[in-house]
């Protein structure tokens, strides 16, 4: 399977704390910009950057050849911002699906994705995250970087506390140490919804639903049929749409795209995998 490669920014506290959890892991011997590429297991590499994440446009084309022909997955912890000063854990795929790129990359361009991968974080932040007091969740596809790998961003949103809880940020490093998805996941794009996508986090939770491109409620309102297009073939493997409410299928980008597919098109976890379940 094609490594992890977790870039750590220097600027970010979510970032900073994981890579103080880790230490210095030792190097690889490759370089990008002359900070050392480093080992932190079997399948996972760490690349600590002084700059903020969402600057890192074609960050994947500075990494060294070697990594970048294995194919890997660039994940991203960060702090979660936002207005209501939510405490949670998070996961999302990258992208502008409307015409701005007020957070970083490019409007109208989706980013690739690891669908069973960022399920597999879901999954693992979720286990962990009613001890702590938090709720984890997808959110909609968003914000950039714009890249040409696949790649997420694993969030811990703290509000209005100077810095992230010790046992989130001790949960998060844990998980990305090792991720390991679940090869019975059936794949899909999530449409509708709001912006945290309750309806596809419960599905990934009590199903094996990986979802890729999560196409939120509000950016159906500016997406085109290109970047429907786009998005869906962002998310490798996918068998078709899942839908949050039914009116979306006919939407005029939407139409025509993919099947739709129902919730119970994937197994319950933890039940044996290959066809629908009620």
Known sequence: MPP?????????????????????????????????VRSLGPGALVLRRPGPHLAED????????????????????????????????????????????E???????????DPARMAAVLRGLAEGAPALGVGATYEAT?????LGLPAFFAEIGFGPDPSPDPAQVQLMADMLTAIEP???????????????????TDLALRRRWAFGHVISRHALDVLDRE???????????????????????????????????????APVRGTAAGGPSP
């Open 4 to 36: 992890v490669v977790v870039v750590l920014s220097d600027p970010d506290p979510v970032a900073r704390a994981v890579g103080e959890r880790w230490g210095t892991p030792p190097s690889t011997g490759e370089f990008v910009d002359g900070a050392p």
């Open 182 to 200: 679940d090869g019975g996941d059936r794949v899909a794009l999530a449409v509708g919804g709001g912006h945290y996508a309750p309806h596809f």
């Open 58 to 101: 074609d960050l994947d084309r500075r990494l060294p050849g070697s990594v970048r022909e294995a194919g890997p997955t660039l994940v991203f912890p960060s702090i979660h911002r936002s207005e209501r000063e939510i405490r949670c854990l998070t996961v999302h795929p990258l992208g502008n699906l409307g015409p701005d790129a």
């Open 142 to 146: 968003h914000h950039g970087p714009a």
């Open 227 to 265: 970047t429907a297009r786009a998005a869906f073939g962002a998310t490798p493997g996918a068998e078709g749409v899942v839908y949050a409410r039914a009116a979306d299928v006919d939407r005029p980008a939407l139409r025509d795209l993919a099947p739709r597919l129902p919730d119970g098109f």
């Open 103 to 113: 957070l970083g990359g490019r409007a109208r361009t989706v980013v690739p994705t």
